[in-house]
């Protein structure tokens, strides 16, 4: 599947908030940038050599790594790290609009419901695929605009 972003502009709308467009066509230009460089990443990890060397960077730090014990194979997962990138640049973009605000209740849910099914819950913070301290059903930020960092204590009840 793929998923390609655009920058488009409706004008006289006033239906949302006007969103300075410099603003959403640098975060695009970004998510691109990224996005390639996940390409790449993945294609150079393909390899059988830099698989072998990437396995010694895990076993070198395993003891950083918990109870998870990553291996390579499950390391790196382009289809996951696009879709943390996707999730995490439309949070970015939905963040500089009003949408969320004016969109009806009824679809927010069924926002909010996508993003559940698709993310699963954790009281605690982790790190998902994208390196990306996260919390609950995807949250990389608190209700109260706070970013979510690994040191937070775990969510007493369900956000």
Same mark, same amino acid.
């Given at each position: ?39 790449? $990443?993945?294609?150079? *990890? =393909?390899? !059988?050599?830099?698989?072998? %060397? +990437? ?16 291996? $390579?194979?499950?390391? *790196? =997962?382009? !289809?996951?790290?696009?879709? %943390? +990138? ?21 679809r927010r849910d069924e926002w ?48």
């Amino acid at each position: 599947m793929k998923t390609e972003l655009t920058l488009s502009t409706a004008t006289g709308s006033g239906f949302f908030a006007p969103v300075d467009t410099s603003l959403l066509g640098a975060l695009l230009t970004t998510h691109k940038r990224i996005a390639a460089s996940i390409g790449a $990443v993945d294609a150079f *990890m =393909q390899g !059988d050599d830099c698989k072998s %060397a +990437l396995g010694y960077y895990l076993k070198a730090c395993r003891e950083d790594q918990g109870r998870i014990g990553l291996n $390579v194979s499950g390391l *790196m =997962q382009k !289809d996951k790290a696009m879709a %943390a +990138l996707h999730s995490d640049y439309w949070d970015k973009a939905l963040r500089l609009t009003d949408v969320l605000e004016c969109m009806p209740q009824v679809r927010r849910d069924e926002w909010y419901e996508l993003i559940k099914k698709h993310e699963g819950y954790s009281s605690r913070p982790y790190l998902c695929p994208a390196k990306i301290p996260t919390i609950g059903y995807g949250n990389t930020y608190y209700p109260d605009g706070t970013k979510v960092t690994m040191q937070d204590q775990p969510l007493s009840k369900e956000m």
